[in-house]
């Protein structure tokens, strides 16, 4: 079968080779006698000999030979292409470094532009940190400006900014927390916040408010180093900037640099500090605005979104490059207020004072500081009110009263620390002096009645809740004790009037309700008395002394059920009260 397969493709191709032929035979007779048409136009001879019949053999040969310059052609095109290949893989690499030569002076970090970096941040440093300190100023600033107008003739290029990681590994280093104690042997501390180091590493950036009332600082460095300071380089209250010498015992850290221009607005920024005493905690935000100060020019002040927790004050607020643009400090409103609402003190205020106040020349005694600073003593007094160390905390209102006779809320607390201390004359004194001071304090005012009261002054102290109420008609605290005192003084109808606005006020106020039922009682209107009782040991069930008051009344009107319950509930929860209850009711 293969053999008959083989021989009809033969037959196939021989009658295929003879069909060329004579196509081919055909193609050179035409063509033949067309040019013995034009020649005999022409004029001329015809005279042609007749060409040789092809062959097949010839046509393979043709073939061939046309098959071989095509294969030829293709291979020369294909080399071109892998020898211009290879030229490219050559020359690209070599430009590219070439060029990389060429422009390296303006690329950001390289060499060239690094020494103009460093020359001009040495002459920033001297230039700003020491001016004023035994510089010479005007020396100073010649080689700023010459060094200011070579990186003017610089092409500015944009350098990448860093990632929060990239920022956190650079400025953590340089923060410390800040602990303060208003004297050497405190084992609690009275405030705490943050801090920062600066070039060229022995100066630490707080705020005002952070060390003041402490005699004593306690700085922990990011290792967890700790020394402590007495004294203070400068303390500028106006920008609330304080300056500290670096204790030799933490240094070491690289300080962190200055901005040489504040931060556009929207721009990102980063804030590190010890919020809430998480220490050296990242944050990050945007500028929201640059805020001046009320009559004076220029930014005083960075407002940013970027969280500033109670404890992240003092810390340094940073660019995108690292670079110290603010001292956070907390605002002025409350913090359901303040939400995103943050601001910092503008590097531009903080180096006005380092500018002038650097050197140990300068050093402040802090107690010496906190000595003339009422606002100090007071603070300090609150503090040691908190730790609950009475005779202190009035040793330090004394303090500041002597210091600034017109402090109100010195006077006030003043007042409070005696009531604790059981001195309830000179209470009156200090809460008279209040609210002679400013008549509308509402809360003087209730607290000089609670202290007549304690001298047993009803009359006076009912006078001074009556201006309280009035000062605070919204106030349910000040209707109560108005109506205790009505009640002292054996004014009923007034007492129940008062404490009516007192439960309006405060509805679940089971004292009032119960202080209600015995004026109701007194004026002999026992159903309003039991339903006021009722209201009571509704909104406090535990509340024995209204359990026993709830079983008198039902006792005398004669409801032995409701009596057997007050008195099984009061079992519980006061037997030795259920048993004067049962004895009454026999």
Avoid at 78 to 92: D, H, K, M, P, Q
Avoid at 567 to 580: E, S, T
């Amino acid at each position: 079968m293969e053999a008959d397969i083989q021989q009809a493709l033969q037959a196939i191709k021989a009658e295929s080779n003879a069909r060329r032929v004579e196509e081919h035979s055909h193609f050179i007779a035409t063509t033949r006698k067309k040019t013995s048409a034009v020649r005999a136009r022409l004029g001329e001879e015809v005279s042609c000999d007749p060409l040789p019949a092809p062959s097949v053999e010839g046509l393979h040969r043709q073939t061939n030979a046309r098959l071989e310059a095509r294969r030829g052609q293709s291979m020369a095109a294909s080399r071109r292409r892998v020898a211009i290949g290879l030229v490219a893989l050559v020359l690209i690499p070599a430009l590219l470094v070439t060029g990389w030569i060429v422009l390296r002076p303006i690329v950001p970090g390289s060499s060239k532009r690094d020494i103009f970096d460093e020359e001009h941040d040495r002459l920033v440093a001297e230039g700003e940190f020491t001016a004023g300190v035994g510089a010479k100023p005007n020396a100073a600033k010649d080689k700023t400006d010459s060094v200011a107008e070579a990186l003017r003739a610089l092409p500015q290029v944009p350098t990448a900014p860093f990632s929060g990681e990239e920022i956190y590994a650079r400025a953590a280093p340089a923060v410390v927390v800040i602990r303060c104690f208003a004297a050497p042997n405190d084992a609690k501390a009275i405030a705490q916040g943050s801090g920062f180091i600066v070039e060229p590493g022995d100066i630490v950036i707080t705020n005002a408010h952070v060390i003041k009332g402490a005699s004593i600082l306690e700085i922990m460095d990011s290792r967890g180093r700790t020394a402590r300071l007495t004294t203070a380089l400068a303390i500028d209250k106006k920008r609330d900037v304080a300056i500290l010498p670096l204790p030799k015992e933490l240094r070491g850290p690289k300080g962190l640099k200055m901005a040489s221009h504040l931060p556009r607005v929207g721009s990102k920024v980063f804030a590190l500090g010890a919020p809430k005493g998480l220490a050296f905690s990242l944050t990050s935000g945007i500028v929201s605005q640059l805020r001046s100060r009320k009559g004076e020019d220029g930014p005083a002040f960075v407002q940013t979104d970027t969280s500033i927790s109670p404890g992240s004050s003092g810390g340094p607020l940073l660019n995108d490059r690292a670079q110290v643009v603010g001292v956070t400090t907390l605002g002025s409103l409350s913090s359901a207020e303040a939400h995103n609402l943050n601001f910092a003190v503008a590097a531009s205020e903080l180096l006005k004072v380092i500018k002038t106040k650097r050197g140990t020349d300068n050093a402040i005694q802090l107690v010496d500081e906190m000595a003339a600073d009422a606002m100090a003593w007071y603070n300090r007094a609150v503090a040691y009110k908190d730790q609950g160390r009475k005779a202190d905390a009035l040793a330090a209102c004394q303090a500041a009263v002597k210091l600034k006779p017109d402090f109100t809320e010195a006077w006030y607390l003043l007042g409070l620390e005696y009531v604790g201390t059981g001195q309830n004359s000179k209470a009156i004194s200090a809460f008279q002096r209040v609210a002679k001071l400013k008549p509308d304090h509402a809360d003087a005012w209730f607290s000089l009645g609670f202290a007549y009261g304690l001298n047993r002054q009803m009359a006076d102290s009912n006078s001074a809740y009556q201006r309280a109420a009035k000062l605070k008609p919204d106030d349910a605290g000040a209707w109560y004790w108005l109506g205790l005192s009505y009640k002292k003084l054996q004014r009923n109808t007034e007492a129940v009037a008062a404490l009516r606005k007192a439960t309006k006020l405060e509805p679940r106020n089971a004292h009032a309700w119960y202080q209600m039922s015995l004026a109701y009682s007194s004026l002999d209107r026992k159903t309003d008395a039991l339903v006021a009782i009722e209201k009571a040991v509704k909104f406090q069930p535990d509340y024995p002394e209204a359990w026993y008051y709830l079983g008198l009344l039902y006792g005398a009107a004669g409801k032995k059920n409701k009596t057997r319950e007050a008195w099984q509930r009061l079992k519980k929860l006061d037997p030795a009260r259920a048993a004067k209850l049962k004895r009454l009711l026999r």
